[in-house]
């Protein structure tokens, strides 16, 4: 005998990939394909760097400080001579003795540095090699691999996968996305795909194929759907052209870019690291409070969860907004050195771009909790209807036609009504 289940039980959470989040899954991913398909670059020229020289490699050998002049003293802070030997390019092993670097920002170097200097072989002073910057390569290689130690002894086999998907991550942001918008495409729709990309790369690496991450990945997709329309609606509004320095102003002039859609695909960008932290943080919740409470149904797992994300959502908002804050900390010192009004600072342009990122991530962000949190409590109990063979309908037995007589028509015992009724 068969055993009958009650409609509404609830049962155990199951870990496979819910059907029903396959039907927005699977669009969503081949839309992704065919997005990097379309919008993949063809060929970006390169901008003309010769006039600015060649860079090269070297190691200070020694350096000698001297007395700077009364003219020299008007434009240099320090004066003397570096003498380097090249490490790289057409003259390595050659010895070259250069300026000190000068003034602010300028590199304080000493015996034994490994640099970067400039090769410009036409220069007008007639002094070829200038030192630019430190060679920091072996200095950050070691934190690279100091990362990743950590990483793998603390995470292990999932810390592992989760490099993996951070090098992808940098492959989708440096091979497809920086090219595409060099290439003249939208950096919106550039943003879009690849911020897809990446998350279906980095989620499903990090956290495996199952029900938890197609969770956090369908409330990551809503959200950054809609961190997008808010952030376009207050770039409109607040009329910002992405224009904000001379670095922005050099792309600007240098690539046919749109620069206000550069912006949006900042901020989307700059919001999808914290949006998965916390819709894989809710989905992951939802999972364990449906597994150490079988008897729950979907309203309250909604409501426990949502009690976690709203603690969860108070801390990330003020990282969101101090991480903002802390990268465009020294233009709030110089605004603060300047003296103006506090009404002409926020509305500037820089300040007021800042405030937009800010308030479109965290919006965006708000709506990622409760849109997770939903999802993860109905998916958690949803189980796929059984198929097995359906049992044959029992017919009912015809009952005999009466004979004339014995309960016919007219008679009382019939079970049939008389026709001229």
Known sequence: MNEV?????HSAPNDAVPRAALWILVPAAVATILGLVLLWPQGVEDAQTDEYGTEVDGRVIAVAETECTADEAEVLTVCGDVVVRLTSGDQTGEEVVVDIPSGPGAPEVAAGDDVILI????AVSGQQFHIIDHDRAGALWALVIAFALAVVAFGRWKGLRSLVSLGLTFAV???????????????????IVGAAAIMLLSLYLSHG???????AVLGTLASLVLTVLLAEAAVQVAELNGVLDENTTNLALQYPIDMSGLLLAGI??????????VTVS????????????????HA????????????HLTSVVNTLVLAYAGASLPLLVLIAAANRPLEQVLTSQTIATEIVRSVAGTLGLIAAVPITTWLAAYLVR????????????????????????????????????????
């Open 5 to 9: 289940h009650p409609k509404h039980s």
């Open 119 to 122: 090769y410009t072989p036409d």
């Open 173 to 191: 942001v440096l091979l497809f996305m920086v090219p595409a918008v060099l290439d003249g495409s939208s950096p919106v729709m550039v943003a």
């Open 209 to 215: 194929w199952n029900r938890t991450t197609t969770v």
């Open 268 to 277: 989307l960008i700059g919001s999808l690291g914290v949006i998965d932290d």
């Open 282 to 297: 809710q989905a992951a919740t939802v999972d364990e409070v449906a597994k150490a409470n079988p008897k729950w149904g």
């Open 300 to 311: 309250r797992l909604y409501k426990s969860g949502m009690r976690v994300g709203r603690d």
């Open 382 to 421: 949803w189980q796929p209807k059984p198929k097995g063979p359906k049992e044959p309908k029992e017919k009912e037995p015809k009952r005999p036609r009466p004979k004339a007589g014995e309960g016919g028509w007219d008679s009382e015992e019939s079970p049939y009504p008389p026709s001229h009724l």
